[in-house]
C-alpha cells in the first residue's frame, strides 16, 4: 500500500471525544431533567431518577472539564 | 408522552451532529480503521461492554429470555462473560498487538494461510449482516409496538444517525458513542431494579411469591442448574458456552477485538479488557433481574404479555412516569445503536483490509482504502436494510445466527488454541480441522437433533481439535519464518516489548502512544492481574451465592 496522509494526533483524537462525550450527557441530562414531571412522580421513583439523571449530569460535566483541559493542552503544544 | 419522543429525538440529534463534528478529524485508513491507535482503557471498557449489549443481546432478547427461564440468564453476566473477558484481555490480546494485524482473519492468514481466513471472513461477515439487519427489525418492532410509531421510518432513522456516524467517523465515532451509550445504560436504566425490588420486597420477596406461592421451580432461581434443564444445562454451560463459545467470542469476535486494537498501548488493552467484565456483571442487574420480578409486576396489574421479548418493553411502559420513560427508550436504544456501529465498522474493515486489499486491488494509495473504507460501510448498511423484511420471526434470527456462530465458534476456538499452543500446527491440518468442525456442528444440529448450541459448539471444538492435530501430523511443519511473532514462546514478554519498540520506531506520530506499552510497570492499582483476580472472586462469590 502507497503511504497517504499523515494520521490524526492521538491526544487530540481523545480531547474531542472526551469533549463530545461531556457535551451529549450534559444535555441530554439537563433536557430529561427539565422535561420530567417530578412532582407527579411517586417519592421513590422520583428519588432514583434524580439519582440517576444527577449521576449523567455530573458525568457529562466532568467530562467537558476534562476534554477541555486536554483539548487546550494539545492545541497548545 | 410529548416529553418522551422529544428525550428520543434530541438523543439522535446529538449523536448525528457529534458523528458529523467528529469525522472531520479522520484522514487516513489507521484513523478510520483503528480510531488512530488513540483509544485509553476507560473508552476501550464502555466501548467493549456497549458493543457486547444490544437488542438481540441485552435488554430485549436476555431479559425476555430471563423472564422465560429465570436466573439462567445471568450465567453470561456472572460467568461466562467476565471469564471470557479476562482470559481475552489476559492472554489473547497481546497476539493480535504483537502480529500487528487489523482483524482476526488477519491474524489467522498469517498463521495458517488466506484459506481458512478467507472461510472465516466470509462466515462472520454473513453472521454481521444478518445481526444488523436483526437489530434494524427488534429496534423497528420495539418503537412501533412501545410507542406506536411506523416501522419502516423508524428504521431508516435509526439506521441514518447510526449509519453517518459511523460511516463518516469509523472506529473512533464509534467508540466515542458506544461510551455515551454505556453511560446512559449503566446510569440510566439502573433504577429500575431499585424500583422493582422496592415494589415487590426485594429478592427475598421475588421468591416468596415465586417459589412460595406461584410454586416455580427452585431452579427459576439457579444461574448454573443441573443437566436435565431444558434451556441450559449446567455442564454444557461450562464446557460448551464458557470455555468455547464465550471465550470464542471474545477472543475471535472481531467488533470485540477491534476496540482493542485501536487502544494506545497493549496495557490500554488489556486493561480495558479485563475491567469491562465489571460493567458485564453489573448487566445482570439492569435486564436479568429486573425480568425475574416482571411477573408479579405484570400479574398484579393484570398486564398480558404475548411474547417472552415484549416483556421488558411492557415492563417500562406500565411502570416509568414520563421523562423517565423517554430515558429508557434512549438507554435502549443505545444497546441497539452501539451493536450495529461496531458490528458495522467491523465488517467494512473485513472487507476492506482482508479480502479488497489484500486479494482484490493491491497497492493503491491509503486514501483509496480510506474511500473504500466508507463505501463498504454504506453498502454494508444498504444490504442489512433490504434483509430486514427476509428477517421476520426473531426465533428466526435467532436460529440463524446461533447456527452460524456453532459453525464458526467451536472450529475456531480448536485452530485459535492450537495456533498459538502448538508451533508444530499447519494450514493443512487448521483448514481440514475448520471444515470439518463447522460441518460436524450442522450435522449434530440437523441429523441427531441436538438443539443444545453450547454441546454443539463444545462438540464441535473437540472434533475441529482432533482433525487438525491429525491432518497435521500427516503433513509438513510449518517453516519457522511463518511462526515468527505468532505463537507463544518462553521469552514472549520479551519479544514482546521488542516488537512494540520497533513499532514505535517505524511510526513517527504514534511513538508517544506505542512506547506507553506494556513496558512500564503500572503502579499496583492498575496492575491487571490484581485486578483480573479481584474480579474472578467476584464471580466465586456471586455463583455461590446464586449458583
Redesign the interface.
Known amino acids: 500500500?502507497?503511504?497517504?496522509?499523515?494520521?490524526?494526533?492521538?491526544?487530540?483524537?481523545?480531547a474531542?471525544?472526551m469533549l463530545?462525550?461531556g457535551?451529549?450527557?450534559l444535555?441530554?441530562g439537563l433536557?430529561?431533567l427539565f422535561?420530567?414531571?417530578l412532582r407527579?412522580?411517586?417519592p421513590?421513583?422520583r428519588l432514583?431518577?434524580l439519582?440517576?439523571?444527577s449521576?449523567?449530569i455530573v458525568?457529562g460535566v466532568a467530562f467537558v472539564i476534562g476534554g477541555s483541559i486536554r483539548y487546550k493542552r494539545v492545541k497548545r503544544s | 408522552m410529548t416529553s418522551d419522543f422529544i428525550i428520543i429525538g434530541l438523543y439522535l440529534i446529538l449523536m448525528f451532529v457529534a458523528g458529523l463534528f467528529f469525522s472531520r478529524n479522520i484522514k487516513n485508513t489507521a484513523d478510520y480503521f483503528l480510531a488512530a491507535r488513540s483509544a485509553p482503557w476507560f473508552w476501550i471498557m464502555g466501548a467493549i461492554w456497549a458493543t457486547n449489549i444490544g437488542f438481540l443481546h441485552g435488554y430485549l432478547a436476555h431479559g425476555g429470555a430471563a423472564y422465560e427461564w429465570g436466573l439462567i440468564q445471568a450465567n453470561f453476566e456472572w460467568f461466562q462473560g467476565p471469564f471470557g473477558y479476562i482470559m481475552s484481555g489476559l492472554f489473547f490480546i497481546a497476539f493480535y498487538w504483537r502480529a500487528g494485524v487489523y482483524t482476526v482473519p488477519h491474524f489467522l492468514e498469517r498463521r495458517y494461510g488466506s484459506a481458512i481466513s478467507l472461510i472465516y471472513n466470509f462466515a462472520w461477515i454473513v453472521i454481521f449482516v444478518v445481526t444488523i439487519a436483526a437489530e434494524f427489525y427488534l429496534g423497528g418492532l420495539f418503537l412501533k409496538n412501545l410507542l406506536h410509531i411506523p416501522f419502516w421510518p423508524t428504521v431508516l432513522v435509526l439506521a441514518a444517525v447510526v449509519g453517518t456516524y459511523t460511516l463518516l467517523g469509523g472506529l473512533g465515532a464509534a467508540i466515542m458513542m458506544e461510551f455515551v451509550q454505556f453511560i446512559i445504560m449503566m446510569l440510566g436504566t439502573m433504577p429500575l431494579l431499585f424500583i422493582l425490588l422496592h415494589l415487590v420486597g426485594g429478592f427475598a420477596g421475588i421468591k416468596e411469591v415465586l417459589i412460595g406461592q406461584w410454586g416455580v421451580s427452585p431452579q427459576y432461581f439457579t444461574v448454573l442448574p443441573d443437566i436435565h434443564h431444558p434451556y441450559g444445562p449446567g455442564p454444557w454451560i461450562v464446557l460448551g458456552q464458557c470455555l468455547v463459545v464465550t471465550l470464542g467470542w471474545c477472543a475471535g469476535h472481531q467488533s470485540m477485538v477491534q476496540r482493542n486494537l485501536g487502544a494506545r498501548s497493549l496495557y490500554d488493552a488489556k486493561f480495558g479488557y479485563v475491567v469491562a467484565s465489571i460493567p458485564k456483571t453489573l448487566g445482570a442487574f439492569l435486564y436479568i433481574v429486573p425480568m425475574i420480578a416482571a411477573p408479579i409486576i405484570f400479574a398484579g396489574n393484570g398486564i398480558f404479555v404475548e411474547r417472552a421479548d415484549a416483556s421488558y418493553g411492557k415492563l417500562i411502559l406500565n411502570l416509568l412516569p414520563s421523562g423517565m420513560l423517554g430515558l429508557f427508550i434512549a438507554g435502549l436504544l443505545s444497546a441497539g445503536l452501539s451493536s450495529i456501529s461496531s458490528v458495522l465498522n467491523s465488517t467494512s474493515t473485513m472487507i476492506v483490509k482482508d479480502i479488497y486489499e489484500r486479494h482484490l486491488v493491491k497497492g493503491r494509495s491509503d486514501h483509496h482504502y480510506f474511500v473504500a473504507g466508507r463505501a463498504a460501510t454504506f453498502a454494508v448498511i444498504a444490504l442489512s436494510l433490504l434483509l430486514v423484511p427476509v428477517v421476520l420471526k426473531v426465533y428466526l434470527i435467532m436460529w440463524l445466527e446461533q447456527t452460524l456462530l456453532a459453525m464458526v465458534l467451536g472450529p475456531f476456538m480448536g485452530v485459535l488454541m492450537l495456533a498459538i499452543f502448538w508451533r508444530r500446527a499447519n494450514a493443512a491440518g487448521s483448514l481440514a480441522g475448520f471444515i470439518t468442525g463447522g460441518f460436524f456442528a450442522i450435522l449434530l444440529g440437523q441429523a441427531f437433533g441436538v438443539n443444545i448450541f453450547f454441546e454443539i459448539s463444545w462438540w464441535s471444538f473437540v472434533v475441529t481439535s482432533i482433525v487438525t492435530v491429525a491432518v497435521t501430523w500427516l503433513t509438513a511443519k510449518p517453516r519457522p519464518e511463518q511462526l515468527d511473532g505468532l505463537t507463544w514462546e518462553s521469552d514472549f514478554r520479551a519479544k514482546l516489548g521488542q516488537v512494540l519498540k520497533e513499532r514505535a520506531a517505524e511510526n513517527g506520530v504514534k511513538v508517544a502512544a506505542v512506547q506507553r506499552a506494556n513496558i512500564r510497570r503500572p503502579p499496583w492499582y492498575l496492575n491487571i492481574k490484581y485486578w483480573a483476580t479481584a474480579i474472578l472472586l467476584s464471580q466465586i462469590v456471586l455463583l455461590l451465592f446464586f449458583g
Open positions: 500500500m502507497i503511504e497517504g496522509k499523515k494520521g490524526a494526533d492521538p491526544k487530540l483524537i481523545v474531542i471525544q463530545s462525550i457535551i451529549i450527557l444535555i441530554l433536557v430529561v422535561l420530567s414531571p407527579s412522580m411517586d421513590f421513583i432514583t431518577f439519582i440517576s439523571i449521576s449523567i458525568v
